[in-house]
């Protein structure tokens, strides 16, 4: 079946960087865009971000630039969300999301999430 | 790019129906139909309820619907069940090729 498994949980120190994978099965991975969302504990969700599986051309939310990289590997059908100068602010569950193939942001298909944990 | 804004909650009794706003700019809700909206039952991942403002995914109870009007897209749940009791959120798409979600309404079904 469709699914995306996401990487184990995460505790990092302030100024770290944390780098969370999404492994795609069921489907051809290059058809489908991938995006990043996250959510810190009681809070929203927020957009990071998505990544062309194809190309591999990414594009970030505006908040996030300079500090979030996303990244694929078609090879293993995998994508990859990294952040750097971790806060205690960045503190979530990190959620990958596949974009339907019409794109417009419909994401039928989520990871399990995956806990960051940033703590001195 | 600020979050769109949903009311901080809803709530209706079981059978009745009740209506989640989402408001945003002429840079997002107010000039493209890729507004969706997700269910987010606690500790879970979000699931999609309704995408490009009025459609719905093979599934999901025709008691889920949604709107748009200017810059504001709406979600209404028809026949209010005790299942339906979760956080929701809308996204669209903006400028510049991004997204932005909600701010949430937890649902409660009194």
């Known amino acids: 079946q469709v699914q995306l498994v996401q990487s184990g949980a995460e505790v990092k120190k302030p100024g770290a960087s944390v780098e969370v994978s999404c492994k795609a099965s069921g489907y051809t991975f290059t058809k489908h865009t991938i995006h990043w969302v996250r959510q810190a504990p009681g809070q929203r969700l927020e957009w990071m971000g998505w990544?062309?599986?194809?190309?591999?051309?990414?594009q970030y939310s505006q908040r996030f630039r300079g500090r979030v990289t996303l990244t694929r590997d078609t090879s293993a059908d995998t994508s990859y969300m990294g952040l750097s100068r971790l806060t205690s602010e960045d503190t979530a569950v990190y959620y990958c999301a596949r974009e339907n193939t019409g794109g417009g942001g419909v994401f039928e298909i989520w990871g399990q999430g995956t806990m960051v944990t940033v703590s001195s | 790019q600020s979050a769109l804004t949903q009311p901080a909650s809803v709530s209706g009794s079981p059978g009745q129906s009740i209506t989640i706003s989402c408001t945003g700019t002429?840079?997002?809700?107010?000039?493209?139909?890729?507004v969706s909206w997700y269910q987010q039952h606690p500790g879970k991942a979000p699931k999609l309820m309704i995408f490009?403002?009025?459609n719905r995914p093979s599934g999901v109870s025709n008691r889920f619907s949604g709107s748009k009007s200017g810059n504001t897209a709406s979600l209404t749940i028809s026949g209010l069940q005790a299942e339906d009791e979760a956080d929701y959120y809308c996204n669209s798409y903006t400028t510049r090729y991004t997204y932005v979600f909600g701010s949430g309404t937890t649902v409660t079904v009194l």
């Open positions: 990544i062309k599986s194809d190309t591999g051309d990414p």
């Open positions: 490009d403002v009025s």
């Open positions: 002429s840079s997002d809700v107010g000039t493209y139909n890729y």
